[in-house]
């Protein structure tokens, strides 16, 4: 059995054209807080797709869903920058659904970060937590550093809008299939769900980034003093030493 469904985190510009959904986040980011990743914070995920840096919205797109079949997406975050450290975090905004199959109700979602589970629910973000309330943090990272979010969804329920679907009766023997009634009803039914994944970072300000040379941000002015008071002190003792022997010289003649 399969469906035409449509999963994803859409741009602005299609949104416009969207079913307004019946239920909207109400996430607060914190003070200073914004919508999307800053330079060199960066969120890819095994199709290549990207996280946008500016917006934070995420696409996540399934077509032709067959029914009872997993689909995994795995997202790896990855924090480039040499001299800051985040946390990254995210949430789940619904925008709209319609079609005759439920796909808010019939489609289980699970996701987990470094293989380690923190949600069951709906594709919408509502479930054992909601994340349409609440903001999931997905790790801390120094430079270098980097997490795997994945997300499972799957087709598994049947609601009362599609279970006018007769699939019809068949027998497998090893000479092929007998069919015995032939399907009816709706041979071809679609389900639609839209909704966005937002990421966002927050910098750690007291993060104190390890010293990597002789002369590092932090104590490249003292270095610098010290290097000079001695290169001064050492011309002076030249000098001396010069004059000295300068005056040595005269007097043995």
């Avoid at 300000?205 to 040379?213: F, Q, S």
Wanted: proline share 3%.
């Amino acid at each position: 059995m399969r469906v035409k469904a449509f999963i994803a985190a859409l741009c602005s510009s299609f949104l416009l054209f969207s079913v307004p959904a019946q239920t909207s986040a109400a996430v607060q980011l914190p003070d200073g807080a914004v919508k999307g990743l800053p330079s060199d914070l960066t969120a890819m995920d095994s199709d290549g797709n990207v996280v946008s840096s500016s917006t934070g919205e995420y696409f996540f797109h399934v077509e032709d869903m067959t029914y009872g079949e997993t689909y995994t997406k795995d997202v790896q975050l990855m924090n480039l920058r040499e001299d800051k450290a985040y946390h990254i975090y995210f949430y789940v905004e619904p925008v709209s659904k319609n079609g005759e199959i439920d796909l808010e109700e019939e489609v289980e979602c699970t996701m987990s970060l470094d293989g380690e589970q923190f949600f069951e629910g709906n594709v919408n973000g509502k479930g054992n937590i909601d994340l349409t309330q609440e903001i999931q943090d997905l790790g801390y990272y120094q430079p270098g550093d980097s997490h795997t979010l994945s997300c499972s969804v799957v087709w598994s329920g049947l609601s009362e809008d599609s279970s006018h679907i007769d699939e019809g009766s068949r027998i497998v023997t090893d000479k092929g299939i007998t069919i015995v009634r032939d399907k009816n009803g709706d041979r071809h039914v679609e389900g639609e769900i839209i909704f966005k994944w937002i990421f966002y970072a927050a910098v750690d300000e007291e993060y104190d980034p390890p010293n990597t040379g002789f002369l590092s941000a932090k104590d490249s002015f003292w270095t610098i003093s010290i290097a000079g008071m001695a290169g001064l002190v050492f011309l002076m003792l030249l000098l001396l030493l010069i004059k000295k022997r300068r005056k040595h010289s005269e007097e043995q003649q």
